[in-house]
């Protein structure tokens, strides 16, 4: 029971570190122009050896963008609090009995990464500007979509799970 445990842990905490690492890191999209420097285009920023803001991310006609933001975000914070609830359900929960609360979280935690990837690839051509358009998805984009069936099959654990002694 104890290596279940541990594997369950460490599937959790790898999954919360993949929604935190594909948020954050600025590799959703790949430019390399012949030629010149690689440029690196996420949520936020575009950079190459200098950061500058997504043009019209602010805006009205980018809310999709706002959307992916805020779902990718939510996503982390549900997977986190996924975590927390569990252990202290681990303690709290009578012999026998399901982690519901926290399979619930968690399968929100997946709907909500499969929303924002699903967003971005449906609008990544609105956003990005005429030179940046002739790139390919990147690293955090693929973390992104690998996250994706982690916190599933995590949330389906939690739902099938039972405490025991």
């Given at each position: ?35 010149g420097a690689v440029i690196y285009s996420d949520l936020w ?96 984009y693929i973390l992104a979509w690998v996250s994706f069936p ?16």
């Open positions: 029971m104890l290596i279940i445990l541990a594997f369950i842990i460490l599937f959790h905490a790898v999954s919360a570190v993949l929604l935190l690492v594909a948020t954050i890191h600025n590799a959703w999209w790949v430019v390399s122009p012949p030629g920023y575009s950079c190459n050896s200098t950061c500058f803001p997504v043009e019209k991310s602010h805006t009205a006609d980018a809310a999709y963008l706002q959307a992916i933001q805020a779902t990718m975000i939510l996503s982390t914070i549900l997977c986190c609090m996924a975590f927390f609830v569990f252990i202290l359900q681990l303690f709290r929960l009578k012999q026998g009995e399901r982690f519901v609360f926290t399979a619930t979280i968690q399968l929100l935690a997946s709907l909500c990464v499969m929303i924002a990837v699903a967003i971005y690839t449906t609008e990544k051509d609105s956003f990005h500007v005429a030179s940046l358009s002739n790139g390919s998805y990147g690293p955090s982690m916190t599933l099959v995590s949330g389906l654990m939690y739902l099938v799970l039972r405490k025991r002694k």
